[in-house]
Nanobody
Framework: QVQLVESGGGLVQAGGSLRLSCAAS????????MSWYRQAPGTERELVAT???????KYSDSVKGRFTVSRNNAQNTLSLQMGRLKPEDTAVYYC?????????????????WGRGTRVTVSS
């Protein structure tokens, strides 16, 4: 189990930039990948970006070329650099961690979530 705390959300104008951060603590050695999700009012949660322990990244089509996900394994932090923001990017952004923990009794696979940070992009 890991604890995830997001930060960096706020209000920005369209075309601006924001950098979100996620601090992980706990069983961080079990983390295999970390991701950013977002959910706007009245919509389903969607995957924004993910990054594996090896540094492989994936982005949703809506943010490709504008967002960059990165991870500092030593500090157990995840970041999302958001640029050229659009009103449609307005959402609560959640940090998640995929865990695979090898225990004496077996392998435990889980996904943990932060509580989210709100991003509002005004026109």
């Amino acid at each position: 189990q890991v604890q995830l705390v997001e930060s960096g959300g706020g209000l920005v104008q369209a075309g601006g930039s924001l950098r979100l951060s996620c601090a992980a603590s706990g069983d961080t050695k079990c983390i295999t990948a970390m991701s950013w999700y977002r959910q706007a009012p009245g919509t389903e949660r969607e995957l924004v970006a993910t990054i594996s322990n090896g540094g492989d990244t994936k982005y949703s089509d809506s943010v490709k070329g504008r967002f960059t996900v990165s991870r500092n394994n030593a500090q157990n932090t995840l970041s999302l650099q958001m640029g050229r923001l659009k009103p449609e990017d307005t959402a609560v952004y959640y940090c998640s961690a995929d865990l695979t923990c090898i225990k004496p009794h077996g392998t435990e696979v889980s996904r943990d979530w932060g509580r989210g940070t709100r991003v509002t992009v005004s026109s």
